[in-house]
């Protein structure tokens, strides 16, 4: 299988403080839907290991495990008006080995970050073609020395990084006392054309401009930096930095922080870019509901810095990546 072993796993939840753990096998294939094909991120899962580590409401469902065990696939919320699949229908799928077509058993949630498009079991992970398992999920008990857990992890798997990632906003809402805590909060006034005019004080205190690899100089909150630097870093190091076009980023005043609402309309409240952390990428090529032309190895990078991408979005905003939680040190 590669990847992550059994005995990794076991050692992993032997370590004083962790919970749970479950290897993930993530990859991109091919959905065959009836209005054409389209990019799709799976993460391959054990369910009796991935389901301690669900949201509590998927966590809770049973169907979604035995579905899982019986080889269905459950599709993202985002994600199936996307695709224009019915639940209980046979979506096709096709990866570097084979193509199969597993029934969509239904919706779910899986975490924050959102790991992947869709959620199948490892074993038809496989069969597809998707490499072994490349990440490991673990989850920690309340209370505990997060720091400790992961040095004691990484002396378990030599090599490994170990990342802990704070959720930072609940479904598609930026609420909550966790936050609140991170963000602050600002008061406002709205102008007729959708725009809003944001407490200065706060924009002082949290909207900062950097120069950053690839794209050059940025105006977006400063807790988005780091992650936004790392993936545009990683990008870079692999060589993949014509994947964004920089010029037409800097042609492009508010594609972090602009003070306005989603879509400039009011009634849809406050967009991540009044808070400067979300980010436009490659926009003229991957316009508000039309179709993605972005490479899906930025969209993974992206990712797995702790980015939500709007592709999954619906309407579809492929131009579009925010912060869905913070990566701590």
Same mark, same amino acid.
């Given at each position: 299988?590669?990847?992550?072993?059994?005995?990794?796993?076991? /050692?992993?939840? /032997?370590?004083?403080?962790?919970?749970?753990?479950?290897?993930?096998?993530?990859?991109?294939?091919?959905?065959?839907?009836?209005?054409?094909?389209?990019?799709?991120?799976?993460?391959?899962?054990?369910?009796?290991?991935?389901?301690?580590?669900?949201?509590?409401?998927?966590?809770?469902?049973?169907?979604?495990?035995?579905?899982?065990?019986?080889?269905?696939?459950?599709?993202?919320?985002?994600?199936?008006?996307?695709?224009?699949?019915?639940?209980? %229908?046979?979506?096709?799928?096709?990866?570097?080995?084979?193509?199969?077509?597993?029934?969509?058993?239904?919706?779910?949630?899986?975490?924050?970050?959102?790991?992947?498009?869709?959620?199948?079991?490892?074993?038809?992970?496989?069969?597809?073609?998707?490499?072994?398992?490349?990440?490991?999920?673990?989850?920690?008990?309340?209370?505990?020395?997060?720091?400790?857990?992961?040095?004691?992890?990484?002396?378990?798997?030599?090599?490994?990084?170990?990342?802990?990632?704070?959720?930072?906003?609940?479904?598609?809402?930026?609420?909550?006392?966790?936050?609140?805590?991170?963000?602050?909060?600002?008061?406002?006034?709205?102008?007729?054309?959708? %725009? *809003?005019?944001?407490?200065?004080?706060?924009?002082?205190?949290? *909207?900062?401009?950097?120069?950053?690899?690839?794209?050059?100089?940025?105006?977006?909150?400063?807790?988005?930096?780091?992650?936004?630097?790392?993936?545009?870093?990683?990008?870079?190091?692999?060589?993949?930095?014509?994947?964004?076009?920089?010029?037409?980023?800097?042609?492009?005043?508010?594609?972090? +922080?602009?003070?306005?609402?989603?879509?400039? *309309?009011?009634?849809?409240?406050?967009?991540?870019?009044? +808070?400067?952390?979300?980010?436009?990428?490659?926009?003229?090529?991957?316009?508000?509901?039309?179709?993605?032309?972005?490479?899906?190895?930025?969209?993974?990078?992206?990712?797995? +810095?702790?980015?939500? +991408?709007?592709?999954?979005?619906?309407?579809?905003?492929?131009?579009?990546?925010?912060?869905?939680?913070?990566?701590?040190?």
């Amino acid at each position: 299988m590669g990847g992550f072993s059994t005995a990794q796993l076991q /050692a992993v939840e /032997a370590v004083a403080g962790v919970a749970a753990a479950a290897r993930v096998a993530l990859g991109f294939i091919t959905a065959n839907t009836p209005g054409g094909t389209r990019q799709l991120s799976v993460a391959g899962v054990d369910p009796l290991e991935f389901r301690p580590l669900a949201p509590a409401v998927t966590a809770q469902a049973d169907f979604v495990w035995q579905g899982l065990l019986a080889g269905d696939i459950y599709l993202a919320h985002e994600e199936q008006p996307v695709l224009g699949v019915a639940l209980g %229908s046979d979506l096709s799928l096709t990866g570097p080995l084979r193509t199969v077509a597993p029934r969509v058993g239904g919706l779910a949630a899986n975490g924050t970050p959102n790991i992947a498009s869709a959620v199948i079991n490892l074993g038809e992970a496989q069969q597809l073609g998707i490499p072994g398992p490349s990440v490991m999920l673990i989850g920690t008990n309340a209370g505990v020395n997060i720091s400790a857990v992961s040095a004691a992890v990484q002396k378990v798997l030599p090599g490994t990084t170990v990342t802990t990632i704070v959720p930072l906003v609940d479904k598609a809402l930026i609420t909550g006392s966790a936050a609140e805590k991170l963000l602050g909060s600002f008061t406002y006034t709205s102008n007729a054309n959708g %725009s *809003i005019n944001e407490d200065p004080a706060w924009v002082r205190a949290n *909207i900062v401009t950097r120069t950053v690899p690839i794209l050059g100089s940025v105006t977006c909150n400063k807790l988005m930096f780091p992650q936004l630097v790392g993936a545009l870093t990683e990008l870079q190091d692999d060589g993949l930095a014509h994947l964004l076009n920089p010029a037409e980023y800097q042609s492009h005043p508010g594609n972090c +922080w602009q003070a306005r609402y989603v879509n400039s *309309i009011p009634s849809e409240g406050l967009s991540y870019h009044a +808070w400067g952390i979300a980010i436009d990428l490659n926009r003229n090529e991957n316009p508000l509901g039309g179709p993605s032309t972005q490479d899906p190895r930025l969209i993974s990078i992206f990712e797995r +810095w702790g980015f939500r +991408w709007g592709g999954l979005f619906y309407p579809p905003d492929p131009m579009h990546f925010e912060l869905a939680g913070i990566m701590q040190p």
